[in-house]
């Protein structure tokens, strides 16, 4: 790389890096009306950290299906849901199911970053995140602040 291309290239990196506030409100503003409660920028990030932890010991359930199936059987976890789903009709049965049987859930704003997060170049409506010792700090964390949130009415 040249001189000239290695200072572009860091520019637009730095741009990239300093627009991340920006896009966490641009992703805010593109979400569904139903998605309650949303979770903070904060627990975003420790949500999306412990899913890639889940998704190394491959212990997530990913998709709308299967998540629906394995909340039906009775597995415990949190539930992460995107909230720029469309249509709304897709997902909006899950935070139901979540409170009849006390499971934790929280609405995300972005489908593309819940996917990657997972280790998937698709993006995820849906992660259930199952419990596991070689995580349960960081899982206990996000399950003690999810449920903390305020219900939607």
């Known amino acids: 790389m040249t001189k000239a291309k290695k200072e572009k290239a860091s520019a637009d990196g730095e741009e990239a890096a300093g627009g ?14 139903v998605a309650q409660p949303l979770a903070s920028r904060k627990l975003s990030k420790k949500l999306y ?12 359930r990913r998709g709308v299906k299967e998540v ?14 995107a909230g720029d789903t ?3 009709d897709v997902y909006c049965h899950l935070p139901i199911m979540c409170e009849d049987r006390n499971l934790p859930y929280a609405y995300i704003p972005s ?15 849906v ?17 003690e602040e999810v449920s903390s949130l305020p219900k939607p009415v």
């Open 86 to 88: 469309l249509p709304i």
């Open 49 to 60: 950290k412990c899913v890639k932890k889940a998704a190394k010991v491959k212990n997530i």
């Open 111 to 125: 489908k593309v970053d819940l996917g990657s997060s997972a280790g998937s170049k698709r993006p995820t409506c």
């Open 68 to 81: 629906q199936k394995f909340i039906n059987k009775g597995e415990k976890g949190i539930v992460v849901l």
């Open 127 to 143: 992660i259930l995140i199952k419990p596991h010792e070689d995580y349960q700090d960081a899982y206990n964390e996000c399950a």
């Open 20 to 33: 991340n506030e920006k896009s966490y409100q641009e992703l805010i503003a593109n979400m569904n009306p």
